[in-house]
């Protein structure tokens, strides 16, 4: 056999060593989602997975928004409550994200605590019982649940680079929410964003604010295609949000960014009344738009 010259093992050399290089750092990074899950998973008690699941598959996701976390320098500390409700019904197959919101006022069965607010349910029993409530509610099955602070919607939001949204011209006037915010076509940075998804005079009028502005963050990561920049940035700062995905989902996920970022986002709200009932504010829910949405959702 012929030996191999001097530059073509020079470069044989070269090769490996990059190859060696690639692979250490992809098991690296293997190993720091691995570890950010782990770390992400014990921050609060999740449900139990009882499948692994599939971006390419009917999946439902329920989001919890808790008021809990550093925002603006201030902490509250504990488990906080539920103020943000929404459900993610992904379906591939119809190309679409179904993105229910359900007012945290909305008077329901919580297992174990009778008839109360549905926000309630995260008081008593955290993210489990809170997907047990909402699972009883659509009568559906919830496939994984995210839950995140004050602190993590303005940093992800920073990640992206703010979010593009036409701000009402007269939500400084009609809301005390602290420092101005810019309005018009703008650009808001996480603590601007914030501020804009939690002004309300009902909450009803927040949730809306709340889906035009995640109509926004859609389009903003599918015209950025920042689905990968998100989660490296979670992996990076496991405290960011607490999930109950496994490794092998998020990395699914990921690999198939491109088929995500091609689903349409349809928003709505789950429809109803205020009342008070013995001095209690709730949102009683019309049965009839509810048969609606199990009927759209259901998988």
Do not use: C
Not at 54 to 74: A, C, H, Q, R, Y
Not at 83 to 100: C, G, H, N, S
Not at 134 to 150: A, G, T
């Amino acid at each position: 056999m012929k030996p191999l010259g001097r530059k073509k093992r020079f470069f044989i050399i070269v090769a490996f060593f990059i190859a060696a290089v690639i692979l250490s750092y992809a098991g690296f990074k293997y190993y720091q989602i691995y570890k950010s899950l782990k770390n992400m998973e014990k921050e609060i008690a999740l449900p139990p997975k009882e499948t692994e699941i599939g971006p390419l598959k009917p999946v439902n996701i329920l989001l919890l928004g808790v008021d809990s976390g550093e925002f603006m320098g201030t902490y509250r500390q504990g488990r906080g409550r539920a103020d943000t409700i929404m459900l993610f019904a992904v379906r591939p197959a119809e190309r679409k994200i179904i993105q229910v919101s359900i007012p945290r006022d909305s008077r329901v069965e919580v297992p174990g605590h009778g008839v109360t607010k549905i926000n309630h349910a995260y008081a008593y029993g955290g993210a489990e019982l809170m997907q047990k409530t909402i699972e009883k509610l659509l009568d559906i099955k919830i496939d994984r649940v995210v839950v995140l602070n004050y602190s993590a919607f303005v940093q992800l939001v920073d990640r992206l680079g703010g979010v593009t949204l036409d701000v009402e011209e007269d939500i400084n006037n009609r809301f005390n929410i602290g420092k101005p915010i810019p309005t018009g076509h703008v650009k808001l940075t996480g603590e601007e964003a914030f501020r804009y998804v939690h002004a309300r005079d009902s909450d009803i009028e927040r949730i809306k604010r709340q889906q035009k502005f995640l109509q926004s963050v859609f389009s903003e990561i599918k015209q950025e295609h920042a689905y990968t920049e998100l989660l490296d940035y979670i992996v990076e700062n496991p405290k960011v949000l607490t999930t109950n995905f496994s490794l092998s989902e998020i990395i699914a996920f990921l690999k198939n960014s491109e088929q995500l970022e091609k689903l349409k986002l349809e928003s709505v709200l789950l429809k109803g009344k205020g009342q008070y009932i013995n001095g209690i504010s709730y949102w009683i829910l019309d049965e009839e738009h509810l048969k609606e949405i199990r009927k759209m959702i259901g998988s």
